[in-house]
């Protein structure tokens, strides 16, 4: 009983089985009442017949005397004594006190069905007793009711053989969705349920399973991938410390106690900002990361990352273009983003990075311009995904660990914002970042407040 097939089946044959039973019972009555009314219609119309004779002065004998066999007929006078009465009746007292309309069913002794007896005034010196066989209405609905119990019981095998037909035709794509689901493991992710044709719920339901199937596949090509890139980051800084601390072992005289330490501390906070932007990351994939929200000034970032680049010595930093903006974001979510930003225009850049910022229709627009090489139109979309470095970007040293700019995406998006690439004025690359000015609320499904 737990298979739908057999439920729903049961449930069919149970609901027609009632719905029939009722129609039976209730053909049945309606037969008996309509066959019965017949013969109270015929019998009354008989009884007009013998007291319109009665009045014409024909004698009771005589029009008492010409009943058929399926009835009989008494005439009585006002005392209710029997005057006439046909051949069967001869002798026999009334077989009913009636009064002139009403009817009875009676039994007579002579016959062993059942009688209806109308009773017609005559005149008012008589009345007629007419009665009719109901005989015929019992076999009747006799017969109609064996023809019924003996056809129901066909009807519902039949019912019970077509539902069960058809619901295992319908539920035959289920079956096998649910057998190649029940196959498949996080090895076969590639693998797809069998979609029926239509578009009724069955057909849905496959779509939505192989949709579902897609998008388990791709977020696990995604960790794989991110666990590959994060892996192979990481050996490096790794990798470097134990090189020069192997040297410092099998020869002291070739790195002095200061080298190495300068290049286990640059290995060491490289790992460091690239650990910190995975755990970022993969905050932001389980939808933990915590906004702490609160009125910014994006120019005062934007003039504090000026200053550190200018710091540097090697770029003119042109800052002209900033004017005033606030923001209501995470402050050292955003300043993190603009860091990125800056660090990749400056890595890039020949000489020269320009900062713009500006308001416009309710956003706040910033622009950072380097005069590189720029970004191909192919790569624009693609150089936000987490761990993509462009050919010329792949030094170890310069090239960064390839999540800079998948930060940027995120924190942005965080706050509704958008960010796009395009050419610059400078000849390299434009990084454009657009924020709500006042309050902002969060991406839905992204990072909660």
Do not use: C, K, Y
């Amino acid at each position: 009983m737990r298979s739908v097939r057999v439920r729903t089946t049961a449930a069919a044959v149970a609901v027609v089985g009632l719905a029939l039973v009722i129609g039976a019972v209730a053909l049945v009555v309606a037969l008996r009442v309509i066959l019965t009314r017949e013969i109270e219609s015929a019998a009354e119309l008989r009884g007009i017949q013998i007291a319109g004779l009665l009045e014409a002065g024909s004698s009771p004998e005589f029009v008492a005397a010409g009943e058929s066999d399926e009835g009989f007929v008494q005439v009585l006078d006002r005392n209710g004594t029997v005057v006439a009465a046909s051949p069967e009746l001869a002798g026999q007292p009334a077989v009913a006190r009636l009064s002139p309309g009403e009817t009875a069913h009676v039994d007579v002794e002579f016959e062993d069905d059942e009688f209806l007896t109308v009773a017609t005034d005559a005149g008012g010196r008589f009345t007629v007793l007419t009665a009719r066989s109901l005989d015929p209405v019992a076999e009747s609905t006799q017969a109609v009711t064996l023809l019924l119990a003996a056809g129901l019981p066909v009807m519902l095998l039949v019912m019970a053989g077509t539902a069960w037909r058809v619901v295992g035709r319908a539920l035959a794509p289920v079956e096998a969705i649910r057998g190649e689901v029940d196959e498949i493991s996080a090895a076969e992710l590639h693998r797809r349920v069998p979609q029926p044709p239509g578009r009724d719920e069955i057909a849905r339901l496959a779509a939505t399973m192989n949709r579902m199937l897609d998008r388990l596949q791709r977020a696990q090509d995604r960790q794989r991938r991110f666990v590959s890139d994060a892996s192979h980051e990481l050996r490096s800084p790794v990798a470097a410390i134990r090189q020069h601390a192997e040297v410092a072992l099998a020869h002291p005289g070739r790195i002095t106690l200061d080298g190495l330490a300068e290049t286990a501390l640059g290995e060491s906070l490289r790992m460091q900002r690239l650990v910190d932007d995975l755990l970022l990351l993969a905050r932001v994939d389980e939808h933990t990361l915590q906004l702490r929200r609160q009125a910014t000034d994006l120019d005062d970032l934007v003039f504090e990352e000026a200053r550190r680049l200018r710091t540097g010595g090697a770029l003119t930093v042109d800052s002209a273009g900033v004017s005033a903006a606030r923001v209501d974001g995470d402050t050292m979510a955003l300043r993190r983003a603009l860091r990125n930003i800056a660090d990749n225009a400056a890595r890039h850049a020949r000489g020269r990075v320009a900062f713009g910022l500006g308001e416009q229709d309710g956003w706040a627009v910033l622009h950072v311009d380097d005069d590189g090489p720029g970004i191909p139109t192919a790569d624009r979309v693609r150089v936000f995904d987490r761990f993509v470095r462009l050919d010329d970007a792949r030094a170890r040293d310069t090239g960064g660990g390839g999540l800079g700019l998948a930060i940027v995406a995120e924190i942005v998006a965080a706050h509704d914002g958008q960010v796009e690439i395009a050419d610059s004025p400078l000849g390299g690359a434009r990084v454009t970042v657009r924020l709500r000015s006042g309050s902002v609320q969060p991406a839905p499904g992204t990072l909660s407040a």
